[in-house]
């Protein structure tokens, strides 16, 4: 078994359900981290917000079996890639893997990009300050405002 941490997103539809039913799809999850509420980075300046978390899972699938899983919940919100970076119902990245490192043209395991991503790195050291590592701040751009639980209902 493995602990691994999944990055979702949404700007589009109902992003709290999205979330809401991935999660519950995915298993062994251990935990989810708060809610929080980001500006896009890069693609249409135009998009809205989009909503992030962090999920924790216990997993025994390789890194590219979880990718697997995470293309399959991005079908399942019914996602449509058309813009790079654009609008999108749900979007879900593996982030980590302890213990593993992936480097193939279609996946990368440390995500590459996740230290400079406020999106990411604020969930995540609110579930692995461990991982984020004490100078998280300084790397991540971005701004992110903290919408609560994810457990509550949307307000």
Known sequence: MARAFLSLGSNMGDSWALMRE??????????????????????PSDQDPFLNIIVEIDTELSARELLGVCHRLEAAANRVRTVRWGPRTLDVD????????????????????????????????????EIAGSDWKERAEGHVDLVGSFDAQPG
């Open 22 to 43: 991935a999660v519950a799809s995915l298993g062994a999850v251990t935990a989810v981290s708060p809610v929080y509420r980001t500006d896009p980075v890069g693609g």
């Open 94 to 129: 593996i982030i980590w893997i302890d213990g593993v490192e992936v480097h193939e043209p279609d996946l990368e395991v440390p995500h590459p990009r996740m230290r400079a991503r406020r999106f990411v790195m604020a969930p995540l050291f609110d579930l692995a300050p």
